[in-house]
């Protein structure tokens, strides 16, 4: 098991730059893959992005050339650069370690003016 805490969401007007991390419990990404995902409200969780065990990367269309999903291996965390927001990236977003489906506890990310 492997516990995981999302931070680094909060207000940002439409245009401006946020940084999410997810910080793990222990080492994991020599054995899992992570993703963040994201919901907004009376919608479905969607993937957003994924950083493979390789630390090859991949994007929804809706986020591909603004988002940008990192890790530091030394600190067992993963980011989510995000710029150029837009209020229809408002969301509770959410960290997921893909091998034994761990979920973090999400932070929230609204984009208004």
């Known amino acids: 098991q492997v516990q995981l805490v999302e931070s680094g969401g909060g207000l940002v007007q439409p245009g401006g730059s946020l940084r999410l991390s997810c910080a793990a419990s222990?080492?994991?990404?020599?054995?899992?893959?992570l993703s963040w995902y994201r919901q907004a409200p009376g919608k479905q969780r969607e993937l957003v992005a994924t950083?493979?065990?390789?630390?090859?990367?991949d994007y929804a269309d809706s986020v591909k050339g603004r988002f940008t999903i990192s890790r530091d291996i030394a600190k067992n965390t993963v980011y989510l650069q995000m710029n150029s927001l837009k209020p229809e990236d408002t969301a509770v977003y959410y960290c997921?370690?893909?091998?034994?489906?761990?979920w973090g506890q999400g932070t929230q990310v609204t984009v208004s003016s």
């Open positions: 997921k370690e893909l091998t034994y489906d761990n």
């Open positions: 950083i493979s065990i390789g630390g090859s990367t």
């Open positions: 222990r080492s994991i990404f020599s054995s899992s893959a």
